[in-house]
Each structure stands twice: as structure tokens, then as C-alpha cells.
């Protein structure tokens, strides 16, 4: 723990910046890597929280004060005082990202008392993909967002600045991501009900199935593991999830970019897995093809032209995608994991192949938006700059 005299040095050091300013406002650089380091750390903890989460509701009955909760909760507190900080002094931030940041935290904490609201009307929120979810992935979408511009626009130009501008674009693949791992968890769960053994604790497998009207049998646990269409993981994996990888490659602006965010992501669901299962939690599948499909991403990259980039890499990254995903598939029907004979971190969601093309014109068409927005910003990305010179 720190001493006394540590949080005096500390509050000594901080104190002179507590002053009003606009956004946009010249900030040291010790400062500015004190606040974004900061959210660094904010989000590791929400992200903590989220991946135990998952896990958690579909083994026990859903508490508002569990654990994974309590630490997503810390990262939140986090998040609110540098969201306070940034809007007070304007230090570390535009105004866009400003912005950015107070409209996704602000979203996020309107929807926390609705998802509370929510469960206590309809009791378990048996998808992930239920409007009270999605307005918290929506509003750590806006945060991060901003997160990622503030950094952009004022980290100097350096190994830090890429290593850290790929660390929040990690947290933002797995915000983006966070609603498909229903069905990562939920395929696991059915191949364990079908090997004779369950997951879930009977009180929250006996609560779904009177939520459902049903007994407790494969079509009750269908409807609480895979609630949603077939189609869905892929197209959303390609459309959003591969969005999110291109951006970060014209962002980052070096080759591998891409397939080194998708890879931090799947790193780190591989390494959470044996942690989770080896304490008794639930297994789920891991997203292997988004690595497969960023490395996609990059080598498009290496064409020229943004518009054939952008028809190219879509065709390419989508047809990888589902490709590794068909693989993923396969050994999920010979490879079993070592936890109670079930099927191991391998295995995939459900899919539906004749979605292929409509994902792969999804993908297109943000990809195109994409390219144009870059093109229109390029000179405005090239100022980007911090002022270390500055005196608070």
C-alpha cells in the first residue's frame, strides 16, 4: 500500500490541474499519460468484470451484487471521475472526443437502472442481445470511441502510442463483440445437456424453465443457450467485429495492426478459459477466426486504391471468416475438452453459411464509409499532436 507521504506527493502533483478549462486545452504530457493510463486501467477492470460475467449467469441465478458485477462496477468508478476530469479542466481531450466520452458514460449509466428495471419486471433477461444489454454496449461504445480519438489526437507519435492506441482498440472489439459470446457459452451449454451433464445450477435451469413455461428439457435449454437466429453470429462477427479491425488498421497505419488487435482479444478470452472452467464455470467457444480474418484485413491493405481495398478485403476477410468458422465447427464434432468430457474452447455457435453474402455486403458498405471518412480527415489525423510544454 502507498504511504501517506506518496498520496501527499500525489495530491501535490495533481492539485495545480484542478482548474476550469475548455476541451482541447494544452496538456502536459505527464499528465496526459497519468489520464490515459488511467483508462487503461479502468477498462481492464470492466473488462475483468464482463468476461467473468458471461460465465457467471449461466451458472447461478442472476444478483445484482455478484462478483463479476461489483468488478465491472470499480472500472465504472473509474470511468466517472476522468469522465468528470476531462469535462471540468479540459485536459487530455477535443471536444469531439469530449463528447464522445460524456455521451457513452452518460448512456451507460441511464442504462444500468433500466437493466435493473428490466430484470425486476421480467425477471432473467434470457438473451444478451435485449435492448437494456444493448444500451450499455452502446454507451461503452461512444466511451471508448472517444478514448481512442483523445489518444490519437494527442499521444506523440511513437512505440507507445501505437502500443497503447491497439490496447483501447482491443477493449473495443470486445464491447463490440461482448453480445456474441451468448452464443459462445450457449453452444457449450448444449453439447454438455446432450452429454448428460449441465452447466447451469438447477435453480437457474428450474427458473428459465418457468419463465419459459416449459420443463426442464433440450428445448428449454435451446431457448435459454441459443435464443437467437442461426444467421446472426456471423453476420454481426463480419459486419461489426471486422469494422472495428479495419478502422484500427487505418489508425494504427502499420501492417499487422489488425491482426495483433483480433489477437490480444482472442489471447486473452484463451487465456480467461482455463481460469474460468478450472473453477467450476461455464466453458465457451473462442472467436479464432477474427485473428484468421484481421490478417485478412491487413493484406488488403497492401492495395493501393481505397475503393478496391475496400471490395477486396470485404470478399476476402468474409470468406476467412466464415471459412475458420466452418473449421471451428468441424472440430467441435471430434474434439472434446477435458472438463467433464465436453466440447472444448475449439467449437463454434450454430451457423448459417447462406449468410455469407449478405455479411460480406455489410462489411462492404462500412468499409467504403470508412475509407471515405479517412480520406476526408487524413490532413486533420497528420496534425495529431500533444503539447508537453505546457504549465497547468
Known amino acids: 500500500m502507498k504511504s501517506p507521504a506518496s498520496f501527499k506527493k500525489a495530491a501535490a502533483w495533481a492539485l495545480p490541474y484542478w482548474t476550469r478549462g475548455q476541451a482541447g486545452r494544452e496538456t502536459p504530457q505527464d499528465l ?46 473509474i470511468v466517472v471521475a476522468l469522465t468528470v476530469i476531462h469535462g471540468y479542466t479540459g485536459y487530455g481531450v477535443d471536444k469531439a472526443a469530449l463528447r464522445l466520452i460524456q455521451w457513452g458514460t452518460g448512456i451507460f449509466l441511464v442504462a444500468v437502472p433500466l437493466d435493473l428495471i428490466n430484470h425486476r419486471v421480467n425477471g432473467l433477461d434470457i438473451t444478451s442481445w435485449s435492448p437494456s444489454h444493448i444500451l450499455l454496449y452502446l ?14 489526437m494527442g499521444a506523440p507519435p511513437g512505440r507507445e502510442r501505437t502500443v497503447v492506441l491497439g490496447a483501447f482498440f482491443a477493449f473495443f472489439l470486445e464491447n463490440v463483440h461482448f453480445p456474441e459470446q451468448h452464443q459462445e457459452y450457449g453452444i457449450l451449454s448444449i453439447g454438455a445437456w446432450d452429454n448428460r451433464a449441465t452447466y447451469a445450477e438447477p435453480i437457474l435451469l428450474q427458473f428459465a424453465a418457468d419463465q419459459m413455461g416449459r420443463p426442464v428439457d433440450r428445448t428449454m435449454m435451446t431457448g435459454f443457450a441459443l435464443p437467437v437466429p442461426d444467421y446472426l453470429y456471423p453476420v454481426y462477427a463480419v459486419v461489426a467485429g471486422l469494422s472495428v479491425l479495419v478502422v484500427a488498421r487505418l489508425m494504427i497505419g502499420r501492417f499487422g495492426a489488425a491482426t495483433l488487435v483480433a489477437a490480444t482479444y482472442v489471447g486473452f478470452r484463451t487465456l480467461i478459459w482455463p481460469l474460468l472452467t478450472f473453477t467450476g464455470f461455464p466453458p465457451s467457444a473462442v472467436p479464432f477466426f477474427l485473428v484468421v480474418a484481421g490478417l485478412l484485413v491487413d493484406l488488403a491493405f497492401l492495395v493501393r486504391m481505397p475503393v478496391v481495398r475496400a471490395v477486396l478485403g470485404s470478399a476476402g476477410a468474409t470468406a476467412a471468416a466464415y471459412g475458420a468458422l466452418v473449421a471451428q465447427s468441424a472440430i467441435m464434432g471430434g474434439v472434446y475438452g477435458a472438463l467433464k468430457g465436453q466440447e472444448g474452447l475449439l467449437g463454434a455457435p450454430p451457423l448459417a453459411t447462406s449468410s455469407a453474402l449478405w455479411a460480406g455486403l455489410g462489411l462492404l458498405v462500412v468499409w467504403l464509409a470508412v475509407e471515405w471518412v479517412a480520406e476526408r480527415r487524413r490532413p486533420q489525423a497528420m496534425e495529431a499532436r500533444v503539447i508537453a510544454t505546457a504549465t497547468p
Open 32 to 77: 496526459f499519460r497519468v489520464l490515459y493510463f488511467g483508462w487503461l486501467v479502468a477498462l481492464t477492470l470492466k473488462l475483468l468484470g464482463s468476461a467473468w460475467d458471461v460465465s457467471w449467469h449461466f451458472k447461478w441465478l442472476r444478483d445484482d451484487l455478484a462478483p463479476p458485477h461489483l468488478l465491472n462496477s470499480a472500472g465504472t468508478a
Open 139 to 152: 454507451g461503452t461504445f461512444f466511451m471508448i470511441a472517444g478514448v481512442i480519438r483523445g489518444w490519437f
